[in-house]
C-alpha cells in the first residue's frame, strides 16, 4: 500500500509582501496569492493528483488557498476538517512587526534565531495586544493555559502531531489522497516529522507560497522520495529563496 499526500503552503500573504511577521494573525492571500493557488490547481490536475480529503488550519489565507487550488480543480465539494493544530506557529510579541526592522533592530543572529531555531520561542504577546487572537472564538475550545502566546518550531511539533496521528493517519490509510493547507511553520513541523529531520538540520528547511509539495508514503508512511516532490521544482527553489532572505532588504 502506499498513500498519496499533498502539502500546500498558502499563495502569498499580504503580510508576507509587506514583509511582516504573521503567525495567527488573520490575513488573506492577495493577488498574487491567488495566482498561485490557482496554478496549485493546474498542478494537481495536470499529475491527476485529485484530493479526496481537505485538511486546513483556522486561518484564512489557508481556508482561501484550499478554496482556489480544489475550485480550481473541480474538488470544491470534498469533505473537510480544520483545526488549529495546523495554525501557523504563533510569532508572540514578533506579530504584525516589520522583519527587516526587526532584523536591524536585533541584529541576524537573534533575527535567525527567532525565525528559524527549534527551540527558542519569541517572547510572549499580550493578550490584549491588537495583535492578540487570545480571545478569538475560534480558539475558545482551547483551554485558556494551553492557548499559544507564543511558540517554537519544537511546540509547533508537539501541537500538530496528535491531529497529524488522529486525524490524517486514517485518512490516509483509508488510501485517501489528502491535501494539508497550511503554513511555512506549520508544514516545516511535518516535514520534520515525516522526513526525520533533526532539530539542527530543520533550521535550513523552507516552505514555498503555493506550490503542491507530494509525498506517496510507504506502509510505515515514510516518504518514499525523502522530501518529496514540489509539482513545479523551479518555481518552488525560487520561492524558497525569496522565503530564506526575507528580512535581508
Ligand atoms: O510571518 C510568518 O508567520 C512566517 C510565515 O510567513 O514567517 P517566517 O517565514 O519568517 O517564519
Redesign the pocket.
Given at each position: 500500500m502506499s498513500a498519496k499526500l499533498i502539502l500546500l503552503r498558502h499563495g502569498e500573504?499580504e503580510?508576507?509582501a509587506k514583509n511582516?511577521?504573521?503567525?495567527w494573525?488573520d490575513v488573506d492571500i492577495n493577488e498574487k496569492g491567488v495566482g498561485e493557488a490557482k496554478r496549485a490547481a493546474e498542478l494537481l490536475k495536470s499529475e491527476d493528483l485529485l484530493p479526496d480529503l481537505l485538511h486546513t488550519s483556522l486561518l484564512r489565507r489557508a481556508i482561501h488557498t484550499a478554496n482556489l487550488a480544489l475550485d480550481g480543480c473541480d474538488r470544491h465539494w470534498i469533505p473537510v476538517q480544520r483545526s488549529w493544530r495546523l495554525n501557523?506557529?504563533h510569532?508572540g510579541a514578533?506579530?504584525g512587526k516589520n522583519?527587516a526592522q526587526t532584523l536591524e533592530e536585533f541584529g541576524e543572529e537573534q533575527f535567525m534565531t527567532w525565525?528559524?531555531s527549534f527551540d527558542t520561542p519569541p517572547p510572549v504577546l499580550d493578550t490584549d495586544d491588537e495583535f492578540s487572537q487570545f480571545n478569538d472564538p475560534r480558539y475558545a475550545d482551547i483551554p485558556a493555559d494551553e492557548r499559544p502566546r507564543t511558540e517554537c518550531l519544537k511546540d509547533v511539533v508537539e501541537r500538530m502531531l496528535p491531529y497529524w496521528e488522529s486525524a490524517v493517519v486514517p485518512d490516509l490509510k483509508s488510501g485517501k489522497v489528502v491535501l494539508v493547507t497550511a503554513?511555512?511553520?506549520s508544514l516545516r513541523a511535518l516535514v520534520k516529522h515525516l522526513d526525520g529531520i533533526s532539530d539542527a538540520d530543520i533550521v535550513g528547511l523552507?516552505i514555498p507560497?503555493g506550490i503542491p509539495l507530494y509525498y506517496e508514503l510507504d506502509e510505515n508512511l515514510k516518504p518514499v522520495t525523502p522530501g518529496g516532490r514540489y509539482l513545479d521544482p523551479d518555481a518552488a527553489k525560487a520561492s524558497i529563496e525569496a522565503?530564506k532572505n526575507?528580512?535581508k532588504k
Open positions: 500573504s503580510w508576507n511582516l511577521f504573521t503567525g494573525v501557523e506557529r510569532y514578533l506579530q522583519k525565525r528559524r503554513h511555512g511553520n523552507n507560497t522565503v526575507q528580512g
